[in-house]
């Protein structure tokens, strides 16, 4: 085996015998005009199943119908994958329609400010997951929890109908992520009980170049480069809408959020949170770019069975450079800090001190203590390997239109 193949995460895996006999029989259904496209109207009759809310979605979820027009044409799910993304939508469409309905029985929820929420940004696998973690130790700040990003509103069941069944859901999740997605565990970890990004309130929108990473839909990611400020901030209205539900429930200290999907969107957030403060993560892009690949190549096997590595590389690279044009120039030096990863890497407390002076936040002994202790403990050692050749680029290609990072 040469160097380069030693150096590649992403094979093709087959899928579990049991996923191969239900690919199989909707094979058959297909071929016999039995099988359904996934529609606006299906997604949102789950989603009132779901949630028990009868009432219908909000005209301005525009991004539904062109998202589920290129996976139809475009994404070349197997049955399987259609279901798992039938469910994800649903789930999606529910967390809407119950956000909306807590605000209307609750409506001191919507007086809820959000002040002064520091956001983690940068290109996907750039550090951003550890630097949030890392901020989100900090006895004074409010981090969001894996179970809030995936149901904002509470998940009351039970006979009595006083138990949040958020937490026990949340790492049934898990365990059907590491059996499906074959080699998450591998690039991004996922564990209950622990911060995690707020990429799933942005989906929650359906305005959200997150489903990119799931299948491919170059249709819905050229619609979205195509919206306007305006139509960027009522996302942005939605997402801080679902923040309030959830301070409503569990109010604290400043809000400590991450997602690489607000390069995508940095002018509009800052519209919408203007006292926000943001730190962005850089990264070497001979790095960033086959991680990224790999990444999407991965998630995407749990949908398909028709992963190009060379087709991801290509259409890839445009979507980061967009995200990076994006964000160039937006705020300023008080507004934004830049963070390179090596920095991060060489002196983590430092690093996060930094940030903490930057911004003008408080960083206790007891804030330091939880750094240290964490550190001491992470055992966690990334076995990610990934390599430009495997999905058809070129490194000096790649530093032309990415820069040095």
Known sequence: MNTIQQHRTYRARHPRWPIRAFNGIGLLARKAGLARPLTPERVWRDAQLLSGVSKAADDEVEGLPVLTSSLNRQAELHTFGRFLFRIVLANLGRNHLEVRDYLEKHPEAARQEITRPVFVLGLPRTGT??????????????????????????????????????????????????RFVRGLDEVHPMRADEPEECTWLMANTFTCSVFALLGRVPDYVAWLSGLDRPRW??????YRRQLQVLQDQSSGGYWVLKSPVHMFSLPALLSVFPDARVVQMHRDPLAVVPSCCSLFAVVRSAFSNAIHPQLIGHE??????EMVRRARSC???????????TDLVRDKLGTIRRIHDHFGLAFSPAAEARLLEYEAQDRYRSTHRYDLAQFGLDPDDVLERLGEG
Do not use: S
Not at 331 to 341: A, T, W
């Open 129 to 178: 997951t550890l630097v949030h973690k890392l901020l989100a130790l900090n006895p004074e700040a409010r981090p969001l929890m894996i179970h809030e990003t995936f149901w904002p509103a509470p998940q009351v069941r039970g006979i009595w109908r006083k138990r949040d069944c958020r937490r026990g859901d949340v790492r049934m999740v898990e365990r059907l992520m590491r």
């Open 233 to 238: 901030e009522r996302v942005y209205r939605d």
């Open 316 to 321: 890839l690279v445009p979507l980061l450079c």
């Open 331 to 341: 705020g300023d030096e008080r507004q934004i800090l830049h963070v390179q990863y």
